[in-house]
């Protein structure tokens, strides 16, 4: 999952090879910064990741040059039907007018040229709220057909395919580095493309700032459940976060799929903990519209509305929170008054809150959203 499927024991090997480690060991001052330590398990990890893409063959010490297929990408206006000259693996879909769905559907075109059954857009999931679209899984489909939803105006579309495309070279960390106990793949072990995250002057689209913490959001992205490949995905919610909806980055600080496995989310330099700065603030992310800066959003893949995440993902989300509650120095169990550090805007919330808690929206989905106390409650007290 943590690569592209180019065969079972590439994956496997990435499995062992592309993490990184932000966990619980040991006790730490609350609040104080954790300064990544690396603790190699075999040769050499001494080199620095920069998620970069190399364009060559030559590797950095305590780096593997890693193989990634180049996201690909075809836009289109309206319902009228559209064929793609790749198999689209997912379909972002974006309009205006209305955050809601209803009416919306899609209707896929097989590569034998049959048409599928009509199908709903969903619930929306996070984007739709904050102000984006919706990503659905399109099953390496030859072509679409969309309904807008109630209401909608300018409806647009993206192909994407994000296992197919030219190779890119990319420099991930040899070996597990490990900071205090929880793994995670880096930006370059999932294969982000970090020339997303410019615009065609060369200029950062969404530059790096950072806010003391406050708060942490549960989210789940509201697509398909058993996904065979969440490394495929997150990349395609990169595509449709950064370039389509224009936030120049994923809009999630962390992701995590139904295996458990952490995704290190929005772009926060290489001087930190992933999502923060060496001071420890938290970079300012796009998941939560008119609350982010300050507010770090964790994202579970899948669709959490009729069942809840599968134990490994839970228990995946509950060593990434306890980590993060305890490097802020920060009660799980609290009610805090959100203060916006960019407008004043103020919110009180849970400190561990639901996209639902700041917004009109499902996310993230009945069950998971049910789940949330027992989360603080594990993150309090460790059962």
């Known amino acids: 999952m943590s690569v592209p499927p180019t065969s079972s024991s590439h994956r496997a090997r990435s499995r062992v090879t592309r993490r990184t480690v932000i966990g619980v060991v040991g006790t730490v001052a609350a ?47 309206g319902e009228a039907p559209v064929e793609a000259a790749f198999p689209i693996g997912y379909v972002g879909v974006r309009w205006g007018g209305t955050d809601d769905t209803t009416g919306g559907g899609i209707r896929l075109t097989e590569a034998d040229g049959g048409q599928g059954a009509w199908r709903s857009l969903g619930d929306g999931g996070c984007s739709v709220a904050n102000g984006g679209g919706v990503l ?11 309904r807008a939803p109630d209401g909608a105006t300018g409806l647009r579309s993206l192909a994407l395919d994000t296992l197919h495309g030219p190779d890119r070279k990319v420099a991930v960390p040899s070996d ?55 490394a495929a995905t997150v990349r395609a919610i990169y595509q449709l976060h950064a370039v389509t909806n224009d936030w120049g980055d994923i809009g999630y600080h962390f992701l995590i799929d139904e295996e458990g496995r952490i995704y290190e989310g929005r772009y926060s330099g290489d001087d930190g903990l992933p999502a923060h700065d060496a001071d420890g603030k938290v970079v300012t992310a796009f998941h939560v519209g008119g609350f982010n800066s300050g507010n770090l959003g964790i994202a579970l893949l899948g669709t959490l509305t009729e069942q809840g995440p599968k134990e490994a993902a839970r228990a995946a989300l509950t060593r990434l929170v306890k980590v993060l509650v305890r490097h802020h120095g920060v009660d799980p169990q609290a009610r805090v008054t959100y203060t916006n550090p960019v407008n004043g805007t103020q919110k009180e919330v849970a400190e561990i809150s639901g996209h639902r808690d700041w917004m009109a929206t499902e996310c993230p989905g009945e069950v998971m959203y049910g789940e949330l106390e027992r989360l603080r409650t594990a993150v309090a007290t460790g059962r």
């Open 176 to 230: 597990p580095t490990r900071v205090r106990g929880v793994q995670y793949l880096t930006r370059a072990a999932w294969g982000a493309d970090e020339s997303l995250r410019f615009k065609a002057d060369g200029t950062e689209n969404s530059p790096t700032a950072f806010y003391p913490f406050q708060t942490i959001t549960v989210h789940h992205t509201a697509m398909a459940n058993d996904d065979p490949d969440p």
């Open 31 to 77: 609040g104080a910064v954790i300064t990544p330590t690396v603790m190699a398990t075999t040769g050499d990890s001494g080199g620095a990741d920069t998620g970069a893409d190399t364009g060559a063959e030559d590797t950095k010490a305590g780096t593997t040059t890693e193989t990634f297929p180049k996201t690909r990408s075809e836009a289109a206006t």
């Open 136 to 146: 659905i899984a399109a099953g390496q489909a030859a072509g679409y057909e969309l």
